[in-house]
């Protein structure tokens, strides 16, 4: 079992910026793919960014490809979204989602229903 506790989300202008965390437990001292997603009122939930904890490779959306980043912290078991050049279409739910059936994310890093864990979710809204 993993547990995932998200935090950071806010309002902010276009342009500005925000970062996400996630807090993860239960399922220390081993690696997985964990990932970030988000929801906007009538979409589907969508990838944003993933990575293999512990330093692996790293996957992100290409509409948020240069702008965002996912990184670590293994100490804090805490996994990271920092999120630049905000824009109003970034605005929509964010979770922190994570897998542990497989020891890197793969090519299904982006499609939600092959993660098992989710967080609650963290609102973000970017006005224009």
């Known amino acids: 079992q993993v547990q995932l506790v998200e935090s950071g989300g806010g309002s902010v202008q276009a342009g500005g910026s925000l970062r996400l965390s996630c807090a993860a437990s239960?399922?220390?001292?081993?690696?997985?793919?964990m990932g970030w997603f988000r929801q906007a009122p009538g979409k589907e939930r969508e990838g944003v960014a993933s990575?293999?904890?512990?330093?692996?490779?790293?996957y992100y959306a290409d509409s948020v490809k240069g702008r965002f980043t996912i990184s670590e912290d293994n100490a804090k078991n805490t996994l990271y979204l920092q999120m630049n050049s905000l824009k109003p279409e970034d605005t929509a739910m964010y979770y922190c989602?994570?897998?542990?059936?497989?020891?890197?994310?793969?090519?299904?890093?982006?499609?939600?229903?092959?993660?098992?864990?989710w967080g609650q979710g963290t609102q973000v809204t970017v006005s224009s």
């Open positions: 239960g399922y220390t001292g081993r690696r997985y793919c």
């Open positions: 990575m293999y904890t512990g330093g692996g490779s790293t």
């Open positions: 989602a994570a897998r542990t059936d497989l020891i890197v994310c793969g090519s299904t890093w982006y499609q939600a229903p092959y993660f098992t864990y």
